[in-house]
């Protein structure tokens, strides 16, 4: 583990308030106009730092890893390496940033690119996805608004982190568009389904763990080793049509109401850069049984906004909330999700559920925040929303502060189009 003190300054330029001082060093994927061919990369200030660049100057060649690492189309080569071995790799990166090394900062133009003339790309080839169902205020939310109020909570959910495998191919990077999806919806009062464009397309506010170090098939990972796993994490729209959900989900539960789109953000955040904001989660009662006991804070204090703006281009902030509500832990999730013997791979994505917190404006999801529709927002251009429009972009966007630094996550943003 290598966590950047808070003192140390780039001589990059970097502007306060930035997602990407040097105290984070992000991963991610990049290309340019000028050369298409993807390649890995960090990100510090306003600027995307070409790691394929430096490794061709020789930068890394201490660090005993393999060139094609450098010029990859995904991060998972440089995963697999390991946490011993991309600890090492990012240390290496803030001493080359650091001020100081004027040499370098002479050269800059080689490696450096303003980050809105690049082009992000998916960081990440998902070979599988989790979603879990971890935040109680949504679990209670929902199953009071479906189910009796007096027992939201179904008889399991404090006992396992409930979950269920998604859809990996159709896991997209921040900025690209999504059509509407169509299905099955069984209306009110009606006695027939019908098929259509969904009514109540809905965001999920929600952070995903990507996993670096495999197991074995067979295998378990306690939550104290779970970390040891984790690569890092990264921002999780899990899109949502609630209408095709409700119709569909019993008895095999979520399948074409959340699998026609995910959005994830292009940058992964290391657990080294996240170790500072680490705090102690909610209490669990009824006690866990021992596969699911954990020491140490697992929890992480990161801030969570969600911004709707309409296809007039105005926009509102209808959601705050923050990762440290989440009942179930990462470690917990990775315990449970590997404690029948289920082996994990390099780039498997595993997300929290929809996070919530206590009171209405930190809700989750339109769902909640327009409470099934009987509370609609009203956004500054005079419409309403109880659930997302065509035209509409959402926008989530995260950070972590304390002690003067800020450690942030970028966007996961897309734009709601029409049905094809």
């Not at 960081?123 to 205020?137: A, H, I, L, N, R």
């Not at 009071?144 to 269920?164: C, E, Q, S």
């Not at 449970?336 to 791979?345: P, Q, R």
């Not at 002690?403 to 734009?415: L, S, Y």
């Amino acid at each position: 583990m290598y966590i950047v003190p808070n003192h140390l300054e780039s001589w990059v330029e970097v502007a306060e308030g930035s997602d990407f001082p040097i105290q984070n060093i992000p991963f991610g994927v990049f290309q340019t106009k000028s050369n298409p061919k993807p390649r890995i990369c960090t990100a510090i200030g306003e600027y995307v730092v070409d790691l394929a660049v430096l490794a061709d100057m020789s930068l890394f060649d201490d660090l005993d890893m393999p060139i094609e690492v450098f010029r990859s189309a995904t991060l998972n080569p440089l995963m697999a390496l390991g946490k011993t071995k991309t600890s090492a790799f990012r240390k290496r990166i803030v001493e080359l940033l650091s001020k100081g090394n004027e040499a370098l900062e002479e050269q800059s133009w080689h490696f450096l690119h303003p980050i809105e003339k690049v082009d992000m790309l998916l960081p990440v080839q998902v070979g599988d996805y989790t979603d879990f169902y971890s935040s109680m205020e949504h679990a209670r939310n929902v199953g009071t608004m479906f189910r009796d109020p007096n027992n939201a909570l179904l008889p399991n959910w404090k006992h396992i982190p409930v979950g269920y495998h998604g859809r990996a191919s159709s896991i997209i990077v921040s900025g690209q568009d999504i059509h509407r999806p169509k299905g099955q919806t069984m209306p009110l009062d009606a006695d027939a389904p019908v098929y259509g464009p969904s009514a109540r397309l809905d965001f999920e506010l929600e952070m995903a763990f990507i996993v670096g170090t495999p197991s074995e098939l067979g295998d378990t990972v306690s939550t104290g080793a779970a970390e040891d796993h984790i690569f890092g994490l990264s921002l999780f729209n899990d899109w949502s049509a609630r209408d095709i959900q409700k119709w569909e989900y019993v008895p095999l539960g979520p399948f074409l109401g959340k699998n026609f789109a995910s959005t994830m953000a292009p940058w992964i955040i290391t657990l080294d850069a996240l170790e500072p904001f680490r705090v102690q989660g909610p209490v669990q009662d009824p006690p866990v049984l021992p596969y699911l006991e954990y020491t140490g804070q697992k929890n992480y204090d990161i801030h969570l906004s969600v911004e709707i703006e309409t296809e007039s281009g105005v926009s509102k902030e209808v959601c705050q909330s923050n990762f440290k509500y989440m009942y179930w832990n990462m470690a917990q999730q990775l315990a449970h999700h590997t404690v029948n013997g289920c082996n994990i791979n390099t780039g498997d994505v595993c997300a929290s559920g929809t996070i919530s917190g206590p009171e209405p404006g930190s809700f989750g999801s339109m769902l909640e925040i327009a409470w099934k529709g009987t509370k609609p927002v009203e956004m500054p251009d005079g419409s309403s929303r109880k659930f997302i429009h065509d035209g509409d972009t959402v926008r989530m966007k995260g950070y972590c502060e304390k002690d003067g630094v800020r450690i942030g996550f970028g966007e996961a943003t897309a734009k709601v189009l029409p049905v094809k």
